[in-house]
C-alpha cells in the first residue's frame, strides 16, 4: 500500500483495480504500436507506466489525505453491486472496505469527501447498497461538489445510457444532507486545497497539498496517465472539452514543473507520484 509524506500531511493509496489498459480505450485510434512510438522519444514512460506490449500500467484508487484534524477521502473509485456499462467495473465485489479497514481508519472516521469530478471511476464509493438502498459509505464526512461539475451532470445523462452514475452515487448523498457545495477553489484547511483545472469535465478540480514546505497535487483526470505529461497535446475520449482540457494542462503543467511538487496521478501506475520537469515540448516524470 502506497503513502507519501508532505510535511505534516499523509496521503495514503487504496487501489481498487490496476490492470493493463488499451491504448484505444483512452485515446481515440491510439494503438499500441503508437504507444511504443512515442516511448522512443519518452523513454522515461516504460517499465513504469507503459509495459512491453504497449498497454497502459494504470489504476483507479482512493487517495486519503490526513491533514491535522481532517481525514480527507479524495476520489471513491467504482464501488460494488452498481451496474456499470464496463464489463469490469458492472457489479463488481470487491474488496475496498476491507483494504480501507486495513489502513487503521474506520468509514465514520472521514471527515471529508473530495471528488475531483462525478465520472464513474471517481464516484462509486460515495454509497453502498445497506438493505437494498443507496447509503453514503462515510456517514460522518461532508462530500465536496464543486457546483459547475454537480450542475453539469444533474441535467446531463451520463457517458454511458445504462448507467446511473448521478442516481446511485451523487443524488443519495444529496438526499442525506450530506453534500457541501463549494467553488473549484475552495480551500478545505490550510493544508488542503482545490485547484481549478476544467476541460474533463465542466467542473474539474485538481487538490493541492502544502506543510510545512513541502507541496503535492492529486491530479484527477486532467492527466489520465503519464503520456499526458510526455504530451500535453493528447486528450482523452472521455474528455467533455478536449481543446480547454488541452489547455489546463498547457498553463498548469509548468507551474507544477519545478522538480519538487510531488505529481501523485490519480490513474498512474506504480509509483504514482513523482516530481515533474520540462522535457522539450512536453513534460517528464522523474521516477
Known amino acids: 500500500m502506497l503513502s507519501w509524506t508532505i510535511g505534516q500531511v499523509q496521503v495514503t493509496s487504496i487501489v481498487e483495480s490496476e490492470t493493463p489498459t488499451s491504448p484505444r480505450f483512452m ?3 491510439m494503438t499500441k504500436g ?6 522512443k522519444t519518452a523513454t522515461w514512460l516504460r517499465p513504469h507506466f507503459i509495459n512491453d506490449e504497449g498497454y497502459l500500467l494504470q489504476k483507479v484508487q482512493c487517495l486519503i489525505v490526513e491533514a491535522g484534524e481532517h481525514r480527507i477521502a479524495v476520489d471513491t473509485c467504482v464501488g460494488n ?5 464496463n464489463d469490469v467495473w458492472n457489479l463488481m465485489n470487491g474488496p475496498f472496505l476491507e483494504d ?4 487503521g481508519h474506520a468509514l465514520h472516521d472521514i471527515t471529508h469527501v473530495i ?3 462525478l465520472h464513474v471511476d471517481h464516484v462509486g464509493w460515495n454509497t453502498r447498497l445497506v438493505d437494498g438502498e443507496w447509503a453514503p459509505t462515510f456517514p460522518n464526512a461532508k462530500y465536496l461538489f464543486v457546483q459547475p461539475e454537480f450542475d453539469h451532470w444533474q441535467n446531463e445523462p451520463g457517458l454511458f445510457d445504462d448507467e446511473d452514475v448521478f442516481g446511485d452515487s451523487v443524488q443519495p448523498i444529496v438526499d442525506a444532507g450530506l453534500a457541501e457545495f463549494v467553488g473549484p477553489d475552495h480551500r478545505l ?6 485547484e481549478s483545472t476544467p476541460g474533463h469535465t465542466p467542473g474539474h478540480v485538481s487538490v493541492r497539498i502544502e506543510s510545512d514546505g513541502r507541496r503535492a497535487v492529486i491530479t484527477g483526470d486532467m492527466a489520465h496517465n ?3 505529461v510526455a504530451d500535453p497535446s493528447l486528450s482523452s475520449r472521455f474528455d467533455t472539452d478536449p481543446e480547454q482540457a488541452q489547455a489546463t494542462r498547457r498553463s498548469t503543467f509548468p507551474q507544477w514543473a519545478d522538480g519538487e511538487l510531488l505529481v501523485i496521478g490519480t490513474h498512474f501506475g506504480n ?4 516530481t515533474m520537469v520540462p522535457d522539450g515540448d512536453g513534460f517528464r516524470l522523474n521516477v
Open 226 to 228: 503519464p503520456l499526458q
Open 271 to 274: 509509483p504514482t507520484a513523482a
Open 115 to 117: 471528488c475531483t469530478h
Open 27 to 29: 485515446y481515440e485510434d
Open 34 to 39: 503508437d504507444v511504443l512510438e512515442r516511448c
Open 81 to 85: 453491486d452498481k451496474v456499470r456499462f
Open 189 to 194: 484547511c490550510d493544508e488542503v486545497w482545490l
Open 100 to 103: 480501507f479497514a486495513s489502513t
